[in-house]
Structures are given as C-alpha cells and as structure tokens.
C-alpha cells in the first residue's frame, strides 16, 4: 500500500556498507551518501522520467506506487548473485518550480553490497539526466 512506502528523505541508515542514500543535505534525516542534481524540470515530469528508468532496467520492479506524494518502491536484482535490493525514490520539489529527488538503494540480505547500492543509483541517476537532457 501507498502508506507502507519507505519515505527516503526520512529512513534511517542500515550501519552497514550494504545502502547509498542520494538527498539534498537539508532535506534527509539520515546523513547522505551524495547529492543529487537539481533540475529545471516540473515535479510531476521528473516523477514520470524516473517511472521511465526503472522500467528500462532489466531486474527491477516497481511493487508500489503513490503518485500524490511523488514516491515509488523498487525491488532489483543484482546481477551476479540476483539478491533482492529495495529501493525508494521520492520526487522532491524546489523553489524555482524545478524538482530534485531522495533516493535510498539497500540490501535486503548481508551486511556487505561490493558497491551494488551506489553503483545502481549513480547509473539511474546518469540515465535519468540523460533522458531529461533529450526531452527538453
């Protein structure tokens, strides 16, 4: 359910070396991994290119969805040893009429990831921007 959706700007960090959490430095509870980009595009349009991204990824799935607060809940497979990641991105609007994101990639299993979490969301990030830059 929409309601049961781990908001990322509001997780808590595993401990572990097993999550990457990408938010703007002001807007998460838990200390971030990195920061994003902040883009001159609509919040309801970044939403839409990041539902885009995680369909074109061969292992990922998107199991919930809520739209009026701009989150979704991925499950993706590494690719080697095809563990269960979850992953949780939230559209974040800015001042300017622009938006940026939360993003928050974990293991479901072990305490160690070999870089697969930070891997995953500086790729969808990559392509994210990518797919924005050819549409506006």
């Known amino acids: 359910a929409p309601a049961d959706i781990p908001d990322p700007t509001a997780i808590t960090r595993t401990g572990s070396p097993n999550d990457w959490l990408i938010c703007p430095a002001d807007a998460c509870a838990a200390k971030p991994s990195a920061a994003p980009p902040s883009l001159a595009v609509?919040?309801?349009?970044l939403y839409e290119a990041w539902r885009t991204v995680v369909a074109a990824q061969p292992r990922a799935t998107v199991i919930a969805q809520d739209r009026p607060r701009l989150l979704l809940m991925v499950q993706d497979r590494t690719r080697v040893m095809r563990?269960?990641?979850t992953i949780t991105i939230r559209v974040l609007p800015t001042v300017n009429g622009g938006s940026t994101f939360a993003a928050y990639s974990k293991s479901n299993l072990g305490s160690y990831d070999f870089g697969a979490n930070r891997r995953r969301l500086e790729e969808w990030t990559a392509d994210l921007v990518r797919r924005l830059a050819a549409t506006t």
């Not at 609509?42 to 349009?45: G, R």
């Open 83 to 85: 563990f269960v990641d």
């Open 42 to 45: 609509a919040p309801n349009k």
